[in-house]
């Protein structure tokens, strides 16, 4: 997949590749359907962080193939 779908997702996303590295950081000031290309990453395991605007944070791991 080359693309990441977030659904209510409003607040500042980090994707962070195994070396512990931010790749990737996205600020998302929507509460709708978000979309982050992920086109230009290399195949890999990544770690989604997402910082919330409530101060919740969401941490997953997800394989980019």
Not at 7 to 28: A, E, P
Not at 44 to 61: A, E, F, H, P, S
Request: hydrophobic share 30%.
């Amino acid at each position: 997949k080359n693309h990441l779908n977030l659904l209510h997702s409003k607040g500042l996303l980090k994707l962070i590749n195994n070396q512990g590295s931010v790749v990737k950081c996205v600020t998302i000031n929507s509460n709708e359907h978000t979309s982050i290309n992920l086109s230009e990453l290399p195949a890999g395991i990544y770690t989604v962080q997402l910082q919330k605007t409530d101060g919740t944070n969401n941490i997953k791991k997800i394989m980019k193939e």
